[in-house]
């Protein structure tokens, strides 16, 4: 395509994204040819942006809580899993795991972000239990927990269906769902990373059901290793599909593959410009879910302050104890204080603001800094902001 036809054909999506048309695969997949202007792609990526939140790059501040590392599973791409035997393998005890609960509330935590690997001497009521224990001894934090990957083993191990294992676990405490799990859906990709564990059928069917029962989760998508710009397309493709039938997904993290220590390690991570891409494209591409989240821990600190203008409106937050990601070579601290957060954002020209798990602003009390509560919607708050 020389460079007349490729500006015509940019202007053609770009018009439909201001006359909010939805772009269909072959605009996406014009969208990643290397020739197309990330600088324009970004443009219009920060136009919708902006015509969706406004000014603000949130976050929230929030811990990880990952209970154990042993895993059935074997995925090429995680670093994280442990053999049941390994020395570096392990299983939190109640007390740590209260310690970590005690931690979070001193720290005016609003979410505890738990996922793990699957333990198979471990049944499903050690899971329930952790769940359970945290909500009964720290009620005000918000247990986002289990991806589509954990709930599909719970399912496993207690024969049930999928909507018995979300009730059961939202009855025991859990407020919301992460999005991991979904790597790429499409199965010439999945069956090379993750032959063995949950599938996309499974992976749609519980965030589907979850949404039914009116809990909220995140969706996300892990590029930069095998797959290709279809199958990225693709991946958004049927995320935009589910939310259109159910409007559950909250917020979608592309995720940068961490090749160091996995069964990948021979790839390279993919570049700057390729994460810059990914948000931006996905930002054009879903045109139904509200924020789009540059996760810091993957993206290093100034690729994420970077993507506040190219389609992202959404730092995650300060991420105490995150493992997974540095245990594959990431190198971006292990949390950033709420001064530092906000002081990226605030850099980048966006005004900082501080939201709970399921974006309501967090209002703290001026005196105490743990103390806290949920005010309105931020996107009831965006909106009436846009419209005046």
């Not at 954990?150 to 999005?179: C, H, N, Y």
């Not at 993957?298 to 203008?309: N, P, S, V």
């Not at 409106?313 to 997974?324: S, W, Y």
């Amino acid at each position: 395509m020389i460079a007349a036809e490729r500006d015509a054909r940019f202007r053609e999506i770009r018009d439909k994204v201001e006359a909010e048309e939805r772009l269909d695969l072959e605009d996406g997949l014009f969208l990643y040819e290397p020739n197309v202007s990330l600088q324009a792609i970004g443009e219009l990526a920060n136009w919708v942006r902006e015509r969706k939140n406004g000014n603000v790059g949130y976050y929230n501040i929030n811990t990880h809580l990952n209970p154990t590392n042993v895993c059935v599973y074997r995925c090429r791409f995680c670093a994280f899993r442990k053999d049941l035997r390994d020395e570096n393998g392990y299983a939190m005890s109640d007390e740590q795991i209260l310690h970590r609960g005690r931690e979070a509330t001193a720290n005016g935590c609003t979410e505890m972000h738990i996922v793990g690997g699957l333990h198979h001497q471990r049944k499903y009521e050690w899971y329930r239990g952790i769940i359970s224990l945290l909500k009964e001894n720290f009620p005000q934090i918000h247990l986002k927990a289990w991806t589509a990957v954990e709930i599909d083993w719970f399912r496993f191990q207690t024969k049930k269906s999928f909507r018995w294992v979300l009730e059961d676990m939202r009855e025991a405490g859990q407020g919301s769902m992460p999005g991991g799990g979904a790597e790429i859906f499409h199965p010439e990709v999945r069956d090379q990373l993750c032959e063995h564990k949950a599938n996309t059928p499974s992976w749609i069917e519980i965030h589907k059901t979850a949404h039914e029962i009116g809990m909220k989760t995140n969706c996300t998508m892990l590029y930069g290793h095998v797959e290709k710009a279809y199958h990225r397309i693709d991946h958004l493709m049927r995320l935009r599909e589910l939310q259109d039938k159910t409007g559950g997904f909250q917020v979608f993290i592309p995720l940068a593959f961490h090749p160091e220590n996995t069964g990948l390690s021979d790839l390279k991570k993919p570049s700057g410009l390729m994460d810059l891409r990914t948000m931006a494209v996905s930002r054009l591409m879903l045109d139904n879910v509200q924020h789009i989240k540059a996760y810091w821990i993957m993206l290093g600190i100034e690729t994420a302050q970077t993507a506040l203008a190219y389609g992202a409106d959404d730092l995650d937050g300060t991420v105490r104890h995150e493992l997974i990601y540095h245990d594959a070579g990431a190198q971006t601290p292990e949390f950033l204080s709420v001064d530092e957060i906000r002081h990226l954002i605030s850099e980048a020209g966006r005004d900082p603001v501080e939201r709970d798990t399921t974006y309501h602003r967090v209002i703290r009390d001026p005196n105490d800094f743990t103390q806290w509560h949920s005010g309105a919607s931020v996107d009831v708050s965006t909106s009436e902001v846009v419209a005046c």
